[in-house]
């Protein structure tokens, strides 16, 4: 059975970092490429980062560029996401995606077909 597990969330004073870490289970995470998504309830569920399967590819949402890093470990069959310098807007559930070879990094959410269950980020002012 596929699955994917976040963990690493928290709560974090604003400023601080986190790493969030995206596990594969049943699966080679390798062939694919990986989004982060992030929800605040009731709002929109927003692309926030992505790395492709090759890891030739990175993509950053504009307001996470030059805090947020995206990274693989295909031996681990692990990708993580490092949040630095986090703000209270980053606050938010933060899930990871997969989709089977994608060869570019697509944040929308709908490209997506497997979905962990989340993790919870809370930042304090």
């Known amino acids: 059975q596929m699955q994917l597990v976040e963990s690493g969330g928290g709560l974090v004073q604003s400023g601080g970092s986190l790493r969030l870490s995206c596990a594969a289970s049943?699966?080679?995470?390798?062939?694919?490429?990986i989004t982060w998504f992030r929800q605040v309830p009731g709002l929109k569920r927003e692309g926030v980062s992505c790395?492709?399967?090759?890891?030739?590819?990175?993509k950053y949402d504009e307001s996470v560029e030059g805090r947020f890093t995206v990274t693989r470990d295909n031996a681990k069959n692990t990708v993580y996401l490092q949040m630095n310098s986090l703000k209270p807007e980053d606050a938010a559930i933060y899930y990871c995606a997969a989709d089977l070879m994608r060869l570019d990094c697509d944040m929308g959410s709908w490209v997506y077909p497997y979905w962990g269950q989340g993790t919870q980020v809370t930042v304090s002012s």
């Open positions: 790395i492709t399967w090759t890891g030739e590819s990175t």
């Open positions: 049943g699966f080679t995470l390798a062939d694919y490429t």
